[in-house]
């Protein structure tokens, strides 16, 4: 059973990780992936507009 669960993971994290996966088809690919920059910026909770 946790066999099966691993290979789950492991099928999610190939999916999850585009870097990874390109690396493993192509070491001279490297994908330029666009980020979320609400991933990694402090999100500003009730700013005031300044009109």
Do not use: G, V
């Amino acid at each position: 059973m946790a066999k099966a669960r691993k290979q789950q993971s492991r099928a999610l994290k190939k999916k999850r990780n585009p870097y990874a996966r390109a690396l493993r088809e192509n070491p001279l690919f490297r994908p330029k992936i666009e980020k979320d920059p609400t991933l990694y910026t402090r999100k500003t909770k009730h700013k005031k507009l300044n009109d």
